[in-house]
Structures are given as C-alpha cells and as structure tokens.
Nanobody
C-alpha cells in the first residue's frame, strides 16, 4: 500500500523558516519522482519543487533561492526546507510522487498526473 505522510507545518512570522517532511512507503523511493505542491484558499494547487529519479531539481520561480527540496533515501523521507518565508507562502502543502522519471518542466507541476498524495500540512506566515 502506497502512503505519503507530511509533517512539519506551522505558523511563523515573515522571514522565518520551516522544514517540511514527507515519509513515503509502498514504492521504491530512491528511484522516484517526488514533488511538493501547495494550495492556498481559493487557488489552484501549485507545484513548488520537484526532485527527479536522477536527482535533478526544479523550482517554481516564486520560491527559487528560498526553498530547498531534498530526500533521504535511507529514511524514505522527502524534505522541503523553507527559508525567508513570506505571507504569500501561506498554504496547505502536499507531497506527491511515483516510481519513475518526472515529466519535463513545466508539466511536473500538473497535479492530475499524481495518483498518490499525503494529507497535507498547513503553513501559515504572518506579516
């Protein structure tokens, strides 16, 4: 059974940092396409960062230089280090993924591609 479980969200002030985690089970994590999405109220789900099976990383422009995606294959855990947080980063954050290569940019950010999702973790940034 494939499961993804996010944690690490919370409330911070602008300029602060958070690290999100996503524990993955049920498929070969080391050779997987893993993505962080976020969804703010009234907005569509947005792909934030992706790490491909060959470790190639891509970010959406709005988080470049502030967010870092990584994975620890020994722990089957995906991370998103978020620094210099802004109020516009406020959203529910989700991890998603599958075994295999990612779609090319920008298609990796299409939420309908991903069948397996975590339950989400809320990030709130106050000004």
């Amino acid at each position: 059974r494939i499961q993804l479980m996010e944690s690490g969200g919370g409330s911070v002030q602008a300029g602060g940092s958070l690290r999100l985690s996503c524990l993955v089970s049920g498929f070969t994590f080391s050779r997987s396409c893993m993505v962080w999405f976020r969804q703010a109220p009234g907005k569509e789900r947005e792909g934030v960062a992706v790490i491909d099976s060959d470790e190639k990383i891509t970010y959406v422009d709005s988080v470049k230089g502030r967010f870092t995606i990584s994975r620890d294959t020994a722990k089957s855990t995906l991370y998103l280090q978020m620094n210099s947080l802004k109020p516009e980063d406020t959203a529910m954050y989700y991890c998603a993924g599958y075994a295999g290569r990612c779609y090319t940019d920008p298609y990796w950010g299409t939420s309908s591609i991903y069948k397996f999702w975590g339950q989400g973790t809320q990030v709130t940034v106050s000004s």
